[in-house]
């Protein structure tokens, strides 16, 4: 993984108020950016990002730098697990739930309960059915992957979140895929070597994939110390061997850590 060139949790809005600043996310300054830019794409002001990033001057930033994202709410919008995040459907004639679940890429399972019913239960036409949400859908995949690879969950998560902000879609400057931000030459390492079958990083759960097992590999090669394994993930053994901890890569750590216990 290369370092500082990771897209954060861009899309994490923050509040501006009188309260107290907490931080809440991770933000990397891609090209053309500003401070101003910045602080109005996040909701909160350019004063606030220059306090909590301790910028005296806000016309200078630089090209990777972390930022800290404020927010004067308690908590994550959104990283909560149990935030409500549903789509209504409304059942059609010959559907069941198992069908309306592979149509809407939702684990069956998650679907059911969802709704409080079986999954083998029967669906009656006209009625409608609660479908999990983006972000719902997201923490079911995040949890069933990382227990499948022996990872601790809450860490997953958490990494995720402030990686892409758990999005498909995020692609960083440098060119790192979706959920777990892999960078592709990576991504071709882990098929290779980690892998028991190719993996696409264009696809959500082989992204989560992706990332699980390179995390799990960080965490097997540092002894389990999840520190060493976020930091490795964020800059690269071989950056942090001849250049030491980044200032950005310290604050990264401290986010992600900050985000687990929120759960």
């Known amino acids: 993984m290369s370092s500082r060139s990771r897209l954060a949790a861009a899309a994490l809005g923050a509040t501006a108020a009188a309260a107290p600043t907490v931080a809440v996310a991770g933000y990397i300054v891609r090209p053309g950016d500003t401070l101003s830019a910045i602080a109005a794409r996040h909701g909160t002001t350019v004063s606030a990002l220059a306090a909590a990033n301790q910028i005296g001057d806000p016309d200078r930033i630089r090209i990777g730098q972390l930022l800290t994202i404020p927010d004067t709410a308690a908590g994550l919008p959104g990283y909560t697990v149990g935030t409500p995040d549903v789509e209504p459907y409304t059942v059609q004639r010959g559907d069941h739930l198992a069908a309306i679940a592979r149509r809407f890429g939702v684990d069956l399972v998650t679907l059911a309960r969802t709704n409080g019913m079986a999954v083998q239960a029967p669906l009656r036409y006209g009625t409608s059915v ?134």
């Open 130 to 263: 609660k479908i999990p949400g983006r972000l719902p859908r997201m923490n079911a995949l995040l949890t069933r992957i990382a227990g499948q690879q022996g990872v601790d969950a809450r860490l997953v998560r958490a990494l995720a979140w402030m990686e892409s902000g758990w999005q498909q879609n995020a692609v960083s400057p440098t060119g790192a895929i979706g959920i777990m931000q892999v960078e592709p030459y990576t991504g071709d390492w882990i098929s290779r070597y980690l892998s028991p079958r190719p993996l696409d990083l264009n696809v959500a759960e082989d992204n989560v994939i992706a990332g699980c097992m390179l995390l799990r590999h960080l965490l097997s090669i540092h002894g389990g110390d999840a520190q060493a394994a976020l930091a490795a993930y964020y800059q690269g053994d071989a950056s942090i061997a001849r250049h030491g901890l980044y200032s950005d890569t310290l604050r990264y750590r401290s986010v992600i850590t900050s985000l687990m216990r929120q759960e």
